[in-house]
């Protein structure tokens, strides 16, 4: 199915294109730059993978597979050079100036495995979404790139008075990357948001910021939601209306959506990541409670 082929198209890539990012521990202010370059597989093994990055002030970076693609123990953990294992969510940075930020790839376009951060486990790797013990995936492909936004979380107690006073869903914001090119998991993109969509998925608010990355063809030409319609017609209606139906073929009402059912310029989305950053903050400095997510 196109799941497995995607999934094994991230695993067996032998080369990739550069993605630039500064790296930096929440709160200190050295920063370093690190290049995913050519990432190369490490070891043929199947239950532990490792794909070696060269980088410019540090020998190397891995991403490290462990456990097999479509199984209840496959994990994509993000290792330093020491083999120190770091957080998807909280270590790789959020902004990266000039309206730019790093987006981490969970679920490549075309693809249905439902991959998110595991944010309840230490040093938060990626894996494929449970559900009463069986592994999820959506009833059709995603025709976007999908993932997150490190450093930013939606606080399950805050209220949203603009959302019809919905509150967070306790997660990193979701973005969706509308480039042509189909990314890799756990891959780290230079995105630029656009849009921002209001998604109330059982009561709880679920941004979902509409991006490109930077090195796709179109990104030159897009910087705010009019552009969106203008290069890529009928994109955000069927962002919304993917994201409203992908339920119903399992017996479940469609999603709503706030903001009067339409999307947000970018300006609104650049507020949303602001938000969430600094609610993102105060959770990791223990301002607000976590209950069981995983703050290393």
Same mark, same amino acid.
């Given at each position: @199915? *196109?799941? %497995?082929?995607?999934?094994?198209?991230?695993?067996?890539? $032998? !080369?990739?294109? *550069?993605?630039?990012?500064?790296?930096?521990?929440?709160?200190?202010?050295?920063?370093? !730059?690190?290049?995913?370059?050519?990432?190369?597989? *490490?070891?043929?093994?199947?239950?532990?993978?490792?794909?070696?990055?060269?980088?410019?002030?540090?020998?190397?970076?891995?991403?490290?597979?462990?456990?097999?693609?479509? %199984?209840?123990?496959?994990?994509?953990?993000?290792?330093?050079?020491?083999?120190?294992?770091?957080?998807?969510?909280?270590?790789?940075?959020?902004?990266?100036?000039?309206?730019?930020?790093?987006?981490?790839?969970?679920?490549?376009?075309?693809?249905? *495995?439902? @991959?998110?951060?595991?944010?309840?486990?230490?040093? $938060?790797?990626?894996?494929?979404?449970?559900?009463?013990?069986?592994?999820?995936?959506?009833?059709?492909?995603?025709?976007?790139?999908?993932?997150?936004?490190?450093?930013?979380?939606?606080?399950?107690?805050?209220?949203?008075?603009?959302?019809?006073?919905?509150?967070?869903?306790?997660?990193?914001?979701?973005?969706?990357?509308?480039?042509?090119?189909?990314?890799?998991?756990?891959?780290?993109?230079?995105?630029?948001?656009?849009?921002?969509?209001? @998604?109330?998925?059982?009561?709880?608010?679920?941004?979902?910021?509409?991006?490109?990355?930077?090195?796709?063809?179109?990104?030159?030409?897009?910087?705010?939601?009019?552009?969106?319609?203008?290069?890529?017609?009928?994109?955000? %209606?069927?962002?919304?209306?993917?994201?409203?139906?992908?339920?119903?073929?399992?017996?479940?009402?469609?999603?709503?959506?706030?903001?009067?059912?339409?999307?947000?310029?970018?300006?609104?989305?650049?507020?949303?990541?602001?938000?969430?950053?600094?609610?993102?903050?105060?959770?990791?400095?223990?301002?607000?409670?976590?209950?069981?997510?995983?703050?290393?």
């Amino acid at each position: @199915m *196109a799941a %497995t082929r995607a999934i094994a198209v991230a695993s067996n890539t $032998t !080369t990739a294109s *550069a993605t630039c990012l500064l790296f930096k521990k929440p709160f200190l202010s050295k920063q370093s !730059t690190l290049c995913f370059k050519n990432l190369k597989p *490490a070891s043929s093994l199947v239950s532990k993978r490792l794909f070696t990055c060269r980088a410019i002030y540090k020998p190397e970076v891995q991403i490290k597979e462990e456990g097999q693609p479509e %199984t209840l123990d496959y994990r994509v953990f993000f290792v330093e050079n020491s083999g120190k294992k770091v957080s998807p969510w909280h270590d790789i940075p959020l902004h990266l100036g000039d309206g730019v930020f790093n987006f981490i790839v969970e679920i490549p376009k075309e693809s249905s *495995a439902k @991959m998110e951060v595991a944010t309840d486990e230490p040093f $938060t790797p990626i894996k494929q979404d449970t559900k009463k013990g069986k592994l999820r995936y959506y009833p059709y492909n995603i025709n976007w790139n999908y993932g997150l936004l490190p450093q930013t979380w939606e606080d399950p107690k805050l209220s949203n008075a603009e959302v019809e006073g919905a509150f967070g869903d306790n997660d990193p914001v979701d973005v969706v990357e509308i480039g042509e090119s189909q990314r890799k998991i756990g891959q780290i993109l230079k995105v630029k948001p656009l849009a921002a969509l209001a @998604m109330i998925d059982e009561g709880e608010l679920d941004w979902k910021i509409v991006a490109i990355s930077l090195d796709d063809p179109k990104a030159s030409l897009v910087n705010d939601i009019d552009d969106v319609e203008k290069h890529f017609p009928g994109t955000l %209606t069927a962002i919304r209306d993917w994201f409203r139906d992908y339920k119903i073929p399992d017996g479940k009402p469609e999603n709503k959506f706030g903001l009067g059912n339409k999307a947000a310029n970018k300006d609104y989305a650049l507020k949303v990541i602001t938000e969430t950053n600094e609610s993102w903050a105060k959770l990791v400095k223990r301002s607000v409670r976590g209950g069981d997510l995983s703050l290393v």
